[in-house]
Structures are given as structure tokens and as C-alpha cells.
């Protein structure tokens, strides 16, 4: 859970703090975008390697050597250059794409029996860290007298202390296989399904994140109340992505629940664009949906799987395909915004992610198991 704590702070805290990154380096919307599409990116390009790793060292020494990764690549954004701050995003994605590859292979290993409850408890410690980096950005920043860069490397305390309680398990390392991704996954229909679900939930909930707090400024919220409503929807995402599992867990069936979370999110993304009043329920309504979704494609990843190995290898295919195409979100977005000068035109953009989201779970929330 500590380790879970970890994985989305360091993307996250960038959101609440891109209009002063904007005016310190100058960037206009989409390179501000590349602040978080190079850490998505690196999800996927870390994903899959990290099954040979695992393998290889174990499971418990590739999430210690993951989490010095990462504390050194929050450590580079430090240094008052374009080039770190860009490597140093990089050296955080590959950090994090790794341990979300082989943290579910390590619930399908030890928490078999209780994969809804644990596949909860782990997206919840996502979501929740999240919540707090979007909440705490900005006052810690004001402590900081608005020293972005140093606000940004303030999450290294949270990873120093995952690291020094994740050491006990250096010692007892299991040498369980987890191999690379064999030609007739990406084959397999359902291998694909998860794969799309996993990249359009992820295109929401990483582009959404990054310029909500800015869509919010440019309509005259400060930089405060901008974080807090970003932190009020990563809540109610943490509470969504541990009911949600739970539920889902005790159906054969998960096709219904998760078509309606699908709904949720796309009344969340009209309401958004269409009526300019009650901005935060729409805001909680759109955050549900990437809640309750990266919960919902972890477990797809454990149920639909024959065994430890097979999570291994789906969840690698998933997160490798997935980020990368979700990395283009924050850019394009952005990019998009710039063009066309308005934020709900580059929000019905984004909202038409949903599509293969709610095709794909036609097949990967079908009570079905992969055969590789």
C-alpha cells in the first residue's frame, strides 16, 4: 500500500502547478502537456521489460530498486534546467511503469483468494495517493514561497518511506516466474480488450488531471480552489476504485457495473460542457469513471488470467499498449486548446475516449478466461 501511496504523486502534483511552470519556462499548453505525457509515456515503454526483471531479481527487489528510481528522478526535476526536468519525468515513468506492472502479478501471486478486496485496497492507495498530491501541491507550495521545482521534489519524503519499510522484503525473495508477453497474447481478442479499456480509462484520468486545474483558473478559479476540486474528484475516484472491485469481485459477470460507470463518466463530461454551473458534481461525476475503471482493469487482469504468470504477462501487454497511447492525451488536449482557444471543445474531445472504453467491456468484463 505504501509503495501503491507512491506511484501517482510525482505526476499528479504537476497539474496544480503548470500555470507557474508556464509563466517560469514559457511553454504554452502542450509543452506544459509533455510535463505529464513523459511520464505516461514511460509507462508504457518500462511495462514491458518489467516482467523479465521481475523474473529475474524477484518481485520484492525490482519494487526496491523501482522506488530508488524514482526518489532519483524526482531528485533530477530539482535541478534548474529544461533538460532535468524532462529526464527526471522520464526516470519517474520508468519507475512507475514498472511497479504497475508487477505489483497486480504480486496480489495474483499472494492475494488470489481475496483478489477483488486486495485489487480495491491497491487501486484505492492509487487514487488516495492522488487525492493527497492534488490537495497538499499547493499549500506546500506556499510554504515554499512558490518554489515549483522544490514543491515537486517535497514527494521524495513519501518515497524514502516506502523504501525503508519495503527493505524486510529483500530478504525473503520469491523467484515465482513472470515472463515476457508470448505472440499469442497479442493475439487473443480479450488480451485486447483489457488493453483498450486500460488505455481509454487512462487517457481520462491522466489528461483530465493534468488541465483541470487550469481550465479551472482560465474560468476564475484560483490556484487553490483549482486543487481543491481536483482533490474533491480524486476522493470520490479513491472511493470509487475501492467499492467498485469489491462489488465487482463477487459477480461471474462485470459487464453490467462496469457499462454503468462508463455512463457515469459520460454524464459527468456533458454536464461539464454544456452547463456552466455546479462545475464540481461534474467534475466528481467525470473522476468516478477513472476511479472506478483502473480498479475495475486490475481485476479484469486477475479474473480473466489463468494464473500468476499469465497476470503478469496481460498486465504488461495492457500497461505497455495502454500508456503510450494514453501519453498522447495531455499533449493533444493541450494542444488542442491552443488551437481552437476553448476548453469545451478539447473536453468533448476527451470525453469521446469513452467510446472504446464501453466496447471494449463488452469482452473484457465477460466471464471469460485467456488462453495463452
Not at 11 to 21: F, K, N, Q, R, Y
Not at 93 to 112: H, Q, S, Y
Not at 217 to 223: E, L, V, Y
Amino acid at each position: 500500500m505504501l509503495v501503491a501511496a507512491n506511484l501517482r504523486p510525482p505526476v499528479v502534483s504537476v497539474a496544480p502547478l503548470v500555470d507557474d511552470i508556464m509563466r517560469d519556462l514559457g511553454f504554452g499548453s502542450a509543452a506544459a502537456g509533455l510535463l505529464t505525457t513523459l511520464p505516461v509515456l514511460f509507462f508504457g515503454i518500462s511495462a514491458p521489460i518489467a516482467p523479465r526483471i521481475a523474473a529475474r531479481y524477484g518481485i520484492e527487489r525490482t519494487i526496491f530498486g523501482s522506488m530508488i528510481m524514482l526518489i532519483l528522478g524526482m531528485g533530477l526535476r530539482f535541478i534548474p534546467n529544461i533538460a532535468s526536468l524532462l529526464v527526471g519525468s522520464a526516470v519517474i515513468g520508468t519507475a512507475i511503469g514498472i511497479c504497475n506492472v508487477v505489483l497486480p502479478a504480486l496480489i495474483k501471486r499472494d492475494f488470489a483468494h481475496r483478489s477483488g478486496l486486495m485489487t480495491g485496497l491497491y487501486s484505492m492507495t492509487l487514487s488516495g495517493g492522488a487525492a493527497v498530491a492534488a490537495a497538499l501541491t499547493i499549500p506546500i507550495d506556499d510554504l515554499d514561497d512558490g518554489n515549483w521545482r522544490l514543491t515537486l521534489t517535497s514527494w521524495t519524503l513519501l518515497a524514502v518511506v516506502a523504501l525503508v519499510v519495503w527493505v524486510p522484503q529483500l530478504a525473503r525473495v520469491h523467484t515465482v516466474a513472470v515472463t515476457s508477453t508470448p505472440a499469442s497474447l497479442w493475439r487473443n481478442r480479450i488480451a485486447w480488450a483489457i488493453t483498450t479499456f486500460m488505455a481509454s480509462q487512462s487517457i481520462i484520468f491522466y489528461t483530465f488531471s493534468a488541465w483541470l486545474p487550469q481550465y479551472l483558473i482560465d474560468h476564475g478559479r484560483t490556484a487553490a480552489e483549482a486543487g481543491t476540486t481536483l482533490a474533491i474528484g480524486q476522493v470520490v475516484a479513491l472511493t470509487a476504485s475501492l467499492v467498485i472491485p469489491i462489488v465487482a469481485g463477487r459477480l461471474a459477470d462485470q459487464r453490467a457495473i462496469t457499462l454503468g460507470v462508463v455512463v457515469v463518466c459520460a454524464a459527468g463530461f456533458v454536464g461539464l460542457v454544456t452547463v456552466h454551473v455546479w462545475t464540481t458534481l461534474w467534475v466528481i461525476m467525470i473522476m468516478f469513471g477513472p476511479g472506478a475503471s483502473i480498479s475495475l482493469v486490475l481485476l479484469f487482469m486477475v479474473l480473466r488470467s489463468p494464473s500468476t504468470v499469465a497476470t503478469g504477462q496481460v498486465s504488461g501487454m495492457a500497461q505497455s499498449v495502454g500508456y503510450v497511447v494514453a501519453a498522447v492525451g495531455p499533449i493533444a488536449i493541450g494542444a488542442l486548446h491552443d488551437v481552437t482557444g476553448s476548453w469545451n471543445v478539447a473536453m468533448s474531445v476527451l470525453g469521446l475516449a469513452l467510446v472504446p472504453q464501453a466496447l471494449s467491456t463488452l469482452l473484457a468484463a465477460k466471464n471469460v478466461t485467456i488462453k495463452i
